[in-house]
């Protein structure tokens, strides 16, 4: 025990989590007094001495002192550990300066002609307990501290001061690896949602857009050094602050600890609901800054003032829930476009009507407003503001016609039916601003994964059968396409799964033919990874349906070898399939259409046309005189339209 000087403060607000004096001997420095002043409950500070005393009766020796880390949460059951990074010279500022002239840089200062950047600093692994407020508490304090943090874990804590790079092993002398980690943060850089009459209500509805399970965990916020920063074309800040676009910190805890590549996947699922999400945040050595921006003109002034800037959000869980096939999932988050969060229907008044009819809420309503705005286009003279507020009183009126349904659903589910006053008094005007500013959403392409039902069989499942089963699939969704296409916006997608060989590609080319045959005018597309499964696929359709009335092509893009046209400088390579590639590509540059540029451009006796397109539409017309089921190839040029795209029909 001794006797570290501590200030009547400190010893007041330790004596109030209930430590008398012989406790507060325990300590061994002012800052790990500070520590249990604001990271450590009244219940939890008792039983950390009791333990701590029962220690020193039984003659057992204390840990020794490390002052890379702070012992607080030492004691504690489940930690989280988070690497600080300082600054190896006082000089430097870790985070963002906002310079005189307006200018935003990043932990470098000019010194006479050249800028210098910060190359080495003192590293320290902090320990908190594992629970939301103890992460704010430790946060906030942070903030007044020049660190930043990365996800890293020092592989030799002892180096110091250390770079920030990247270790090739654990048995590096300096550097960081990639350790998994409780902390789980994300980073949302120029999100359109309006911010500054309620900044935590609009915090709370960009974790909602991310869908679950962010919506109902607790999270830590903070805004970050460029949030609500006015900048002029040439990134100057101009001294206003600006509503509408939000950069924002959050900070999860995991149910359980991730590696890099796992918050890289679930950040993946999460940037479905909230595209500017920054993926950066999960490498191992990318700082984290958490301290507002240092106004040099006002060293001691906030840019936004009185305006809060960090906060905590408590939900209906503690911990972030991990998916168990994470990148599995966030495969297929990416894929279906809209994301798990958003219900399917065919319109809005179906999707009101199914609001609580599985026991949730919000994918019924956000689906309802996405209708709602396709439906009800904005007008040229009304501002996103206002007509978001005309699609919420629609949304509203919906919800009032169909009040007794939506209530039957509720109570059917165990749900109250006091959510119906909610809808019809709280609901805001986030989502549909949001789906206004990310036009994207009203039109994206989805995949529905649908399951379907089978029957149990045995491992010895016949090979016939898994033929059986592939061909009955490929021919109920042709027919259902066929029978449903002109009443669709976007066509038919199905997902077959199947075992290698079971005829999966014999019944699509067989459909393929088929359907060109019924069909003259049209064609069909079989699309391959590479051109070589093209070529596989051509010889494969000779084999299968020979004296067809169709014509099999391979098409290229401008820029792909041409088989038919070696290159005579370079044996056993191409020439690409554009003869004036070259000037294809600087045309590309400049943001210029290729076809309408070098192909043809003009009508009538001003027609421009590129010398090879008349070669090319010649031997177009050639191919049409083939023999039925013929391979079609590609023309001498390819600077017509013709021969830009990928296709097989």
């Not at 333990?51 to 004691?75: C, F, G, M, T, Y």
């Not at 990134?235 to 890289?264: N, S």
């Not at 059986?468 to 969704?477: K, L, M, P, Q, S």
């Amino acid at each position: 025990m001794a006797d570290i000087p501590l200030t009547q403060e400190q010893r007041d607000a330790l004596h109030a989590r209930g430590l008398n004096d012989e406790a507060i001997s325990f300590l061994k420095s002012a800052e790990e007094a500070d520590q249990i002043i604001r990271n450590v409950t009244p219940e939890r500070a008792q039983e950390i001495f009791r333990k701590a005393a029962l220690e020193l009766s039984s003659q057992v020796p204390p840990p020794e002192r490390d002052n890379k880390v702070i012992h607080l949460a030492e004691r504690a059951q489940e930690v989280l550990e988070i690497t600080e990074l300082e600054p190896a010279s006082p000089k430097f500022f870790a985070g963002k300066y906002i310079n005189p002239d307006g200018t935003m840089t990043a932990y470098k200062i000019s010194d006479g002609d050249r800028d210098q950047h910060i190359k080495h600093w003192w590293q320290r692994v902090v320990r908190v307990p594992a629970t939301i407020p103890h992460l704010f508490a430790y946060t906030r304090a942070a903030q007044k501290r020049n660190v930043c943090l990365i996800r890293g874990t020092p592989v030799n804590p002892d180096k110091q001061p250390t770079r920030r790079l990247k270790a090739r092993s654990e048995q590096d002398d300096e550097g960081f690896y990639d350790a998994p980690s409780l902390l789980v943060p994300f980073d949302g850089d120029g999100i359109k949602i309006p911010w500054l009459a309620d900044p935590k209500n609009a915090v709370r509805s960009v974790v909602a857009m991310m869908g679950e399970p962010w919506a109902s965990t607790s999270f830590v916020w903070f805004f970050t050094s460029k949030h609500g920063l006015e900048f002029d074309a040439n990134k100057r800040w101009t001294g206003r602050i600006v509503d509408g676009e939000m950069y924002v910190r959050l900070l999860f805890i995991g149910a359980r600890p991730l590696y890099e590549d796992e918050v890289r996947a679930l950040t993946t699922i999460a940037q479905v609901g909230v595209s500017e999400l920054d993926p950066r945040i999960y490498l191992t050595v990318q700082e984290n800054y958490i301290r507002r921006p240092h106004w040099v003109r006002y060293p001691n002034l906030d840019p936004l003032g009185d305006i809060p800037t960090i906060g905590l959000v408590r939900g209906a869980c503690e911990r972030l829930s991990i998916p168990e096939h994470l990148a599995h999932t966030a495969r297929w988050a990416k894929a279906q476009g809209n994301g798990a969060n958003i219900a399917e229907h065919p319109n809005a008044e179906a999707a009101v009507r199914a609001i609580g009819s599985d026991n949730d809420v919000r994918p019924h309503v956000q689906a309802a407003v996405i209708h709602l705005l396709i439906a009800n286009p904005i007008p040229d003279v009304t501002s996103f503001h206002d007509h978001s507020i005309n699609i919420i009183a629609k949304l509203r009126h919906m919800i009032a016609q169909h009040r007794k349904e939506i209530s039957n659903n509720l109570v059917r589910n165990g749900r109250s039916t006091q959510v119906v006053d909610e809808l019809l008094q709280h609901t805001k005007t986030s989502w549909p601003l949001w789906c206004l500013h990310h036009p994207k959403i009203l039109r994206a392409k989805t995949i529905k994964l649908v399951k379907e039902e089978r029957a149990k069989v045995d491992d010895q499942t016949t090979r016939e059968a898994s033929f059986d089963r592939v061909e009955r699939i490929i021919r109920a969704f042709c027919a259902e396409a066929s029978a449903s296409q002109i009443f669709r916006e976007q066509p038919l997608v199905r997902l077959l799964v199947a075992p290698v060989g079971s005829g999966k590609s014999t019944r699509v080319r067989a459909e393929a033919v088929r359907f060109v045959i019924e069909h003259p005018g049209k064609s069909a597309v079989i699309l391959t990874p590479r051109h070589k499964l093209n070529v596989e696929q051509l010889d494969r359709l000779r084999e299968e349906h020979p004296g067809h009335n169709y014509i099999p092509a391979i098409w290229r893009g401008r820029y792909a070898d041409n088989p038919n046209n070696p290159d005579p400088e370079h044996p056993g390579k191409f020439l690409p399939m554009c003869i004036r590639s070259e000037e294809a590509q600087a045309v590309e540059k400049v943001a210029l259409d290729v076809e309408r540029t070098l192909c043809k451009r003009g009508r009538g006796d001003q027609t421009i046309k590129c010398p090879f397109l008349t070669l090319a539409r010649s031997s177009s017309k050639n191919w049409s005189k083939q023999t039925s089921g013929s391979p079609r190839t590609n023309a001498p040029c390819t600077k017509c339209r013709r021969c830009s795209a990928m296709s097989a029909g």
